[in-house]
């Protein structure tokens, strides 16, 4: 079966900076899967990567190639990709604080989805914005699409932004870190919300966050990413289980037992490198336990590891 | 390396600085550089268009235009930067004091400031040089006044910024005076954004002193300024047009130097931000 | 929104209090006597008193500005010393030509500055954004007089498309716009065209994007509409600044107007005229900063929201 969405050993650079190296992802129908990573690991590149909005950020794809329902999205015309976007992806941003256009009227700016891709009159685009403002539990949606954004909370915006992310009927909805921004009490909502309407119409979910509490909640699948690069990628239970990469099992031990704090990274020392300095052989190789001189020469291959896939040159072995 | 040098190495900015270059250096040297006594009438010659005795021809009286052109540079130039000069200073000063003492000080010059702000330059120069009366004198008096709101504005609203940064309260913490941190901390930050709004306003202060000259307002004869040269060729310009073209073409381009220069200086500085204030 | 207008107008009277405090005073200290003027050379001093008595100038300076302020208030300017006619007449004959051109003129500024900040915006960094912006910085650099001696070289004396000087018709009105108005294109075209590149940055567009909406479509509707509400502002704010233009265009082109009777009256040291006509001018700017703060509203909810 041909993947919905399917980045085979994608690059990316933005100027001369190479940020992703070869980044392979698959997501298929009715599948949620889980992008997990520090900021600056580049989880939010290859979001852009996924729906051709690199040029907006001044990068590029340098290598690889990103395919929608089999279609080579570099092959695609510009109008088709803009069509994909929006009808048969739906985008939700980090930040609903500032997603909302501030001088329209919280209703048009959803309208247009439908009008736009499902050639939808306004009157009847109307009536089903208001439906999806339901299905999302916000409560008097009549009034709220009549508010304007700075009239709302950033809960009810991130809805808001749910909302237009379903209002084309996509087939994929691609998430980025949507609850960062919000309360601690809202960001289980949206959570919960968002992943009951994807099960519910039999969508597929990438949902990038650097929580693995979240991951292990809703998502199919996971990929770690490091650093730009792929360090481990399978099924939520296995990796759960059994991590294979020293970074995956790290990013595990940093979910708090006790489910009130949002998960940090302070449990791993060091920082993620910087795109201009990047370490030679493993990149996390500074960070690692079990570095050794293999790790800090020779970049580590991916290879099949269980129902999924490891980079790293001693996946498994506890230290 | 520093930034005025930076600036001369984006193209537009070396381009510019070496118009100005030029400009400034004809300014100074004129009593050297220029073939001709500015005053020194021929009236025989009178209204002879560009030739190789007088490159860009000559005036009403048989004077060399090239020559009144290099010494009406000197006469703008001096007063426009003066002018710009007078006005950063007390700019400052009254900027600084609104924003660090803040209370009714502050409220009055905010006012008095947005006042004169959106009144236009040539209207609050016109009227000061009707008071102060014509000439040189009154010219620059009157240019640095009209410019005044700019840099006070300015001036107060990097203050206002600065004063809240965490070295600012760290200085205080530790004891200095009002004056030191003034001094020491606030204005030298203040500066770089203030002198380059004030390289663009010079800029437009050679326009301002050029159309008081066209007034018959500013530099009197027999000296030559850009602006008196073309308010004695307004005269002319059917019969002579060149007398009013070229002082005309020698502002124009003298302004468009400037600005490319002083953008070429904010690029290099990284200081569009702070300068947003002040459109 | 009403009570913030009404409150907003009301706050112009201290305003309007405090510039012609400033307007009647300066023209005080202004050197040179207009009764100067009126009296034939060799008059006895008692002639002259008399003429001082006549208008009001015997008496101290907060009297004469208290009798001026309530005169204005009832619509009353005064008698112009030198033209010897009510100054109502004079500004009444003035106003109408200035407030056409600068109209004219705003518009231009407007309809012209926003367009070529727009193409400059969407073309950023290519040779037709740099030719645009060059050739609009070119275009406000050069002092207003001599721009419009220079159309009117070119465009009347050489080609004979435009008459040289006078206000008849709307051909005598199309060179002294074009002259006021190329110096506020210069300025609307480059605020456009930052606050357009600023906008395109914001965090929105990026979802408009992902929305699938065309980019002109994005660029126009939602990127425009923001870039524009400070180039609304800005403008709002220098109205005086364009009637600033006019003064000096107005001398060029010997058109009748606000600039041209201000020119005149400053040299004949005419002072109620001279007065009426900063006035005058005061008050264009105040209302544009009102007009300023209104415009911003219309466009802005939060701006809205922040008033209510």
């Not at chain 1, 290598?63 to 279609?71: A, C, E, I, T």
């Amino acid at each position: 079966m041909t993947a919905l969405l399917d980045l085979a050993s994608v690059s990316v650079s933005i100027g001369s900076a190479p940020l992703l190296d070869s980044i392979s992802l698959r997501v298929d129908r009715g599948q949620i899967v889980g992008l997990v990573g520090e900021s600056g690991s580049g989880k939010s590149l290859t979001a852009m990567a996924a729906m051709g909005l690199l040029p907006l950020i001044g990068g590029r794809v340098t290598g690889g190639n990103v395919r929608f329902d089999g279609q080579d999205m570099a092959l695609m015309t510009d109008t088709q990709r803009r069509v994909l976007r929006g009808r048969r992806i739906g985008f939700v941003t980090q930040n609903p604080m500032t997603a909302l256009d501030p001088v329209q009227r919280i209703g048009e700016q959803v309208d247009v989805v439908s009008r736009l891709h499902l050639g939808l009159p306004q009157a009847a685009a109307r009536v089903r914005t208001l439906d999806l403002l339901t299905q999302l539990r916000i409560p008097d949606a009549a009034s709220v699409a009549e508010a304007w954004p700075h009239q709302l909370s950033g809960g009810m915006k991130q809805r808001i932004v749910i909302a237009m992310a379903l209002a084309g009927e996509p087939d994929l909805i691609i998430a980025d870190e949507p609850t960062t921004a919000l309360d601690v009490t809202v960001q289980a909502q949206i959570i919960q919300i968002l992943g009951a309407l994807v099960r519910d119409r039999g969508l597929a979910l990438l949902l990038i966050t650097h929580d693995m509490g979240v991951v292990a909640q809703v998502c199919d699948r996971v990929a770690v990413l490091y650093a730009g690069r792929l360090a481990e990628e399978g099924p939520v239970s296995d990796i759960f289980a059994a991590p294979a990469h020293p970074y995956t099992s790290a990013l595990i031990g940093c979910i708090p037992q006790d489910g009130m704090a949002q998960g940090s990274l302070r449990g791993i020392p060091g920082a993620v490198p910087s795109a201009l300095a990047m370490p030679p052989g493993c990149r996390f190789h500074p960070r690692c336990e079990r570095a050794s001189d293999l790790c800090r020469t020779v970049v580590p291959a991916p290879e099949s590891c269980g129902q999924g896939t490891v980079a790293c040159h001693h996946a498994g072995v506890i230290a | 390396m520093i930034a005025p040098v930076r600036a001369l190495q984006r193209p537009q900015g070396g381009l510019a600085g070496l118009w100005l270059a030029l400009v400034i250096a004809a300014a100074l040297l004129a009593p050297i550089l220029s073939p001709y006594a500015f005053d020194a009438q021929d009236l025989p010659n009178a209204y002879r268009p560009a030739s190789a005795a007088h490159w860009l021809g000559t005036d009403e009286f048989g004077r060399d235009l090239l020559t009144r052109l290099v010494w009406g540079a000197r006469t703008s130039l001096s007063v426009a930067a003066t002018a710009i000069a007078i006005s950063v200073f007390c700019g400052m000063v009254l900027g600084a004091a609104a924003a660090w003492f803040g209370g009714w000080l502050d409220r009055a010059v905010t006012v008095v400031v947005d006042l004169t702000w959106s009144f236009p330059e040539i209207l609050i120069a016109l009227i000061l040089v009707a008071i102060i009366g014509p000439g040189t004198l009154g010219t620059m008096i009157a240019i640095s006044v009209a410019y005044l709101a700019q840099f006070t504005r300015l001036t107060r609203a990097q203050i206002l910024t600065l004063k809240g940064e965490t070295f600012i309260e760290a200085a205080r913490s530790l004891g200095a005076s009002n004056g030191h941190i003034l001094f020491r901390h606030l204005l030298p930050n203040a500066l770089a954004p203030v002198l380059v709004s004030a390289m663009l306003a010079t800029g437009d202060a050679i326009i301002l002193e050029a159309t008081l000259g066209f007034f018959g307002l500013g530099a009197q004869p027999p000296v030559p300024s850009w602006g008196g040269m073309m308010s004695a060729g307004s005269a002319l310009v059917f019969k002579a047009p060149w007398i009013i073209i070229y002082p005309g073409l020698a502002v124009a381009i003298t302004v468009v130097a400037i600005n490319l220069y002083g953008d070429a200086l904010i690029a290099a500085l990284d200081i569009r931000q702070k300068l947003r204030r002040s459109p | 929104m009403l009570s913030w207008l009404i409150r907003r107008v009301l706050m112009l009277v201290p305003v309007f209090l405090a510039v012609s405090v400033v307007i009647f005073s300066i023209l005080h200290f202004i050197p040179g006597d207009p009764i100067d003027n009126l009296l034939k050379p060799g008059s006895s001093p008692t002639a002259r008193a008399e003429m001082e008595v006549r208008y009001g100038l015997d008496r101290p300076l907060p009297v004469q500005y208290g009798i001026w302020l309530s005169k204005v208030a009832q619509g009353d300017l005064g008698t112009a010393i030198v033209a010897r006619r009510p100054v109502v007449d004079l500004i009444a004959q003035a106003l109408p030509h200035s407030l056409r051109l600068g109209g004219f003129a705003l518009l231009f500024s407007t309809v012209v500055g926003v367009g070529l900040g727009v193409i400059a915006a969407l073309n950023r960094d290519r040779w037709i954004d740099r030719a645009i912006m060059g050739g609009v910085l070119a275009g406000s650099t050069m002092p207003s007089f001599w721009l419009g001696l220079i159309l009117m070289l070119v465009f009347s004396v050489q080609l004979g498309w435009f008459p040289v000087s006078g206000a008849r018709g709307w051909q005598s009105l199309v060179l002294p716009v074009l002259t006021i108005g190329l110096g506020g294109t210069a300025l609307v075209a480059r605020i456009t065209r930052v606050s357009m590149i600023e906008a395109s940055a914001r965090d929105f567009v990026m979802l408009l994007h992902a929305k699938g909406l065309s980019p002109l479509r994005i660029q126009l509707r939602h990127v425009l509409r923001h870039a524009l509400i400070p180039v609304v502002t800005i403008l709002a704010l220098r109205i005086g600044w364009i009637l600033g233009g006019a003064v000096t265009v107005e001398v060029v082109f010997a058109r009748p107007g606000l600039g041209t009777l201000l020119i005149k009256s400053l040299s004949q040291h005419d002072y109620p005229v001279v007065q009426a006509c900063l006035l005058m001018l005061a008050m264009a700017v105040m209302l544009g900063t009102l007009l300023g703060d209104i415009l911003q509203a219309a466009m802005d909810p939060r701006v809205r929201a922040a008033l209510a």
